[in-house]
């Protein structure tokens, strides 16, 4: 039996439409437009895992240490409140990524965080080793949600 013509077209305009209306497209900025929703990342943040509470001291780029085993954490993006990065602690020789999405106001986020090494086991899974947590502003900027 043969399907008409048509049977085949309606799947194709369905995945571009699917295509058309990704969130990601939806909420994409040209590189010329300020991003809205962006937390101002510059200040002192508590750090709450599990089992343990620590201060990172980022700047405007979301750069900066962390009290917990001689931490280093580096935001690499940011868009419309979800950050995500990398972090090192040279006190125990690891390393890995976070991803969190902060609230409306900017002044509290909540993620995840995981191990990408540890010592000299390397390439380990995003997100297979790691837990919860949750970061809350110490300081108090003028404007958390900022356009940058």
């Given at each position: 039996?043969?399907?008409?013509?048509?049977?085949?077209?309606?799947?194709?305009?369905?995945?571009?439409?699917?295509?058309?209306?990704?969130?990601?497209?939806?909420?994409?900025?040209?590189?010329?437009?300020?991003?809205?929703?962006?937390?101002?990342l510059?200040?002192?943040?508590?750090?709450?895992?599990?089992?343990?509470?620590?201060?990172?001291?980022?700047?405007?780029?979301?750069?900066?240490?962390?009290?917990?085993?001689?931490?280093?954490?580096?935001?690499?993006?940011?868009?419309?409140?979800?950050?995500?990065g990398?972090?090192?602690?040279?006190?125990?020789?690891?390393?890995?990524?976070?991803?969190?999405?902060?609230?409306?106001?900017?002044?509290?986020?909540?993620?995840?965080?995981?191990?990408?090494?540890?010592?000299?086991?390397?390439?380990?899974?995003?997100?297979?080793?790691?837990?919860?947590?949750?970061?809350?502003?110490?300081?108090?900027?003028?404007?958390?949600?900022?356009?940058?």
């Amino acid at each position: 039996m043969t399907r008409p013509p048509w049977t085949f077209i309606v799947p194709v305009i369905a995945l571009a439409v699917l295509w058309f209306v990704q969130p990601d497209r939806l909420c994409a900025e040209s590189p010329t437009t300020p991003e809205r929703d962006k937390p101002d990342l510059k200040g002192q943040w508590e750090i709450k895992e599990e089992d343990k509470s620590y201060v990172a001291t980022l700047d405007q780029d979301g750069h900066g240490f962390y009290t917990w085993q001689n931490g280093e954490i580096t935001v690499s993006t940011c868009r419309h409140r979800r950050c995500e990065g990398t972090w090192k602690q040279t006190g125990n020789d690891r390393e890995g990524g976070f991803d969190v999405l902060f609230g409306e106001d900017g002044s509290e986020a909540k993620g995840v965080w995981w191990y990408s090494r540890v010592g000299s086991k390397n390439n380990i899974p995003p997100r297979q080793w790691g837990g919860p947590y949750t970061w809350k502003r110490v300081d108090s900027p003028a404007t958390s949600l900022a356009p940058r």
